[in-house]
């Protein structure tokens, strides 16, 4: 084949197979397995492809889009293009679910003294964990009244690492999310945590708690919703994959859900976009093994 033809005379001339692969959208794995003249991944049909699209949409609980289907499909060897996938999942009445819009929930505080925002909407992932933690709150419907959840997540892998859910907007409600992340995660001092100006982050109580732990205050303009735009994001994404999809009797059966979500799923398994279609899992591995091979 010309492709892999191709790709081993760039292996030649010592560059990245697994650049070259990525450029063709096949795995390694596919174009080494055509090398040793095995069955090429690329001679699956359409039926055949068909049902291992809906395999991952099923495990993805139906919330994955072509985008992530075909990169799943590739981390598991399957080689074949997005646009194949995204042809098969239309006629197969396949789609992830689309995001909504943003709707305002914390409330600002006019009297609280105003913190500088120290982030300035740099929340590309990088490197260094447990150094910008960002948060807030969102509002969840149940038959026992309303739930709040708040969450404190790390720029750096997009991974929840702290949350509590309550039937309350307290300080409390921050304050046990915020304990939560320093219990889990042990960060040093000095980390970033990063908010609206709601007035349960700006509270007397909520920037004694965060001295005591030597964390460094930082909140939005008012108004900006994308000053927050990670913590809105993940909002956005377990109303839509999640909270949305049934209806919640009880807090406790919801906060059951939360966690499972949220450690069974999202910090481990699905694929974040902005991680190159990695786990937070995934992607903190990846910079321990870098750390340690940089150290060796």
Request: glycine residues 6%; aromatic residues 8%.
């Amino acid at each position: 084949m010309k492709m892999d033809t191709f790709i081993e005379a760039e292996e030649a001339a010592g560059h990245s197979v697994k650049r070259c692969c990525e450029l063709f959208e096949v795995s390694r794995a596919a174009h080494y397995q055509r090398r040793k003249d095995e069955p090429s991944a690329r001679a699956i049909s359409d039926a055949e492809l068909t049902a291992k699209i809906a395999e991952v949409h099923r495990e993805s609980k139906g919330t994955y889009g072509s985008p992530r289907v075909h990169r799943e499909l590739l981390r598991r060897g399957v080689a074949c293009g997005r646009r194949r996938v995204t042809r098969l999942m239309r006629l197969a009445g396949l789609e992830g679910r689309c995001k909504k819009r943003w709707r305002k929930t914390t409330v600002a505080d006019p009297a609280a003294e105003r913190a500088k925002d120290l982030i300035q909407r740099h929340f590309g992932p990088c490197t260094e964990v447990d150094r910008r933690y960002v948060g807030d709150i969102t509002y969840i419907a149940t038959w026992e009244g309303w739930a709040y959840l708040a969450t404190v997540i790390d720029l750096a892998s997009r991974k929840v690492v702290g949350w509590a859910l309550a039937d309350h907007m307290r300080t409390e409600l921050v304050a046990d999310a915020l304990e939560a992340a320093f219990v889990s995660r042990r960060p040093p001092p000095g980390v970033i945590f990063h908010s609206d100006r709601g007035c349960q982050y700006t509270s007397a109580d909520y920037a004694e708690l965060a001295r005591s732990h030597g964390v460094s205050l930082s909140v939005g303009r008012k108004g900006e919703c994308w000053d927050n735009a990670v913590a809105e994001s993940f909002f956005a994404t377990i109303k839509r994959e999640l909270i949305d999809t049934r209806a919640w009797p009880t807090r406790e059966g919801l906060r059951r859900a939360v966690f499972e979500y949220i450690e069974g799923w999202y910090n481990t398994r699905r694929l974040h976009s902005s991680l190159d279609y990695r786990s937070p899992a995934d992607y903190e591995a990846t910079i321990r093994h870098m750390a340690v091979s940089q150290a060796a």
